[in-house]
């Protein structure tokens, strides 16, 4: 039987771990070839080898453009042509409230979070086929007002408008664009806020609180989500925002 993904090929942009790596996983079982990207090369061939087979590792940051030219580079000599985009990288949000926030932080969080989904989605226009999908990782934060993740949820926010017009500008070509917001998954970028061991649990603990289903999301859980959006099972799907919460915005 084939799988819904036979013969594409896809690339997956923080593709190392949490999401990105559940999804490529998911992406390879339907029958895709599954380039990653990720900024440390130990963890990125690390991904390789638990995945497997039809999956190529290429080290490089999304906010470097030069770093995105070769990723397509390789796509190109090696494929020719794109059928599926999942840009996935992102940094975590958390800051200082408001003022406190420092432009250091604001630009980290901006350069990957929209720049490089800007620029990661811009390089590939050529490599598309006709009929592909492209699959944007936004966040239910752009929904909320969570104190301290003010650039964040921009930057999330603004990913969803890249949907929208991006949606609008290839629909000629039959290509696709979605984003998907997921809420509060259990992925890395959940621990790496610089908590304590104490503060972390009680962040948790406050957010589970807030969503209906009582409980984290699992990363394979959203990779499911994104299969949905990049196979023909949404077909007439485009620019939609697929939220994956838990309920946590809906109810």
């Known amino acids: ?9 896809a690339v997956i942009t923080g593709g190392s771990s949490g999401i990105g790596l559940a999804t490529a996983t998911e992406f390879v079982a339907q029958g895709a070839h599954v380039y990653i990207t990720g900024r440390r090369q130990t963890e990125l061939d690390k991904a390789a080898t638990e995945i497997g087979h039809n999956v190529t590792p290429v080290q490089g940051d999304v906010a470097e453009l030069d770093d995105l030219d070769r990723l397509y580079e390789v796509v190109r000599r090696e494929k020719g042509s794109v059928d599926v985009i999942f840009a996935n990288a992102a940094v975590g949000g958390l800051a200082p409230e408001g003022a406190s926030a420092t432009p250091e932080h604001y630009d980290k969080v901006f350069n990957a979070n929209t720049r490089g989904v800007f ?6 226009v050529d490599l598309l086929s006709d009929g592909a999908s492209i699959v944007l990782t936004a966040s239910n934060a752009h929904y909320l007002g969570i104190p301290g993740f003010g650039p964040y949820s921009a930057s999330k926010a603004a990913v969803r408008s890249f949907a929208r017009t991006w949606a609008a500008e290839f629909k000629d070509r039959g290509i696709r664009v979605n984003t998907l917001s997921p809420g509060l998954i259990d992925t890395p970028i959940l621990h790496t806020s610089g908590r304590t061991p104490e503060e972390e649990r009680a962040f948790e603990q406050q957010m589970i609180g807030m969503v209906p289903l009582g409980r984290i999301g699992r990363p394979e859980e959203i990779a499911k989500a994104v299969l949905f959006l990049a196979s023909s099972d949404s077909s007439f799907i485009t620019g939609i925002d697929l939220v994956a919460d838990g309920g946590m915005t809906q109810l």
């Open 1 to 9: 039987m084939s799988g819904k993904l036979e013969g594409k090929v």
């Open 119 to 124: 620029f990661t989605v811009q390089k590939a």
